[in-house]
């Protein structure tokens, strides 16, 4: 049984895609007060991603303890800022407006974990440099992407129209989605999950 431990749907649809029989169930971590904490810490965004996947997957798998059990995150940083998913479209204008002309870095980790114990982990990074955004170019672009800028880090989907915001990506393309998959699918079938497992 392989469980998906995150409400988001690019990473949903990255593990469908990819062929893999699963179930979908939230954590219900507290993922702000965290951020806080660790913030407040000094944690690196890197840390951050990753303790956040691994509270998600072990809170998952606890409920489930003979599953393995995906818990994933990302955080963005820039200029030793870290962004969120914006709540509101002018708050994602502003962080669009923040990251304009900037290279950032994306780090996402993947953890999995099975009757709350974490199996294994990979972080990884990517670097994004974005172009300038004229008023204009950024109305019509929130105008096409509409309310799912609210839900990524950075109001950006590349697999979508935010491809137009940049000028260079450097790093995984699954990164940048929000899921270091090809390791991940790797370590799935080193515990037989994989095609040949599917339905």
């Not at 072990?58 to 818990?71: N, T």
């Not at 304009?100 to 993947?110: C, D, K, M, P, R």
């Not at 709350?116 to 440099?129: E, I």
Request: hydrophobic share 45%; proline share 5%; with cysteine.
């Amino acid at each position: 049984m392989l469980i998906l431990a995150s409400a988001s749907v690019s990473r949903r649809q990255m593990l469908q895609n990819a062929g893999l029989d699963f179930s979908v169930e939230t954590s219900g971590v507290d993922e702000d007060e965290v951020k806080l904490s660790l913030s407040a810490e000094k944690a690196t965004p890197r840390d951050i991603a990753e303790t956040l996947a691994e509270l998600k997957a072990q809170r998952v798998s606890r409920r489930h303890p003979q599953a393995l059990v995906i818990g994933a995150d990302s955080m963005l940083a820039c200029n030793g800022r870290l962004f969120d998913k914006p709540p509101t479209i002018e708050a994602a204008r502003a962080q669009l407006q923040a990251l304009a002309g900037q290279t950032h870095e994306l780090h996402s980790a993947v953890v999995v974990a099975r009757g709350g114990v974490r199996l294994w982990h990979c972080n990884d990074r990517a670097r994004l440099t974005m172009r300038p955004l004229p008023d204009a170019f950024l109305d019509a672009y929130l105008s096409r992407a509409g309310d799912a800028v609210m839900s990524s880090v950075g109001a950006y989907q590349l697999e979508g129209v935010g491809a137009h915001l940049f000028t260079k990506v450097e790093g995984d393309y699954f990164t940048i989605l929000g899921l270091p998959l090809l390791p991940l699918l790797s370590f799935l079938a080193g515990h037989g999950i994989g095609l040949e497992t599917g339905p």
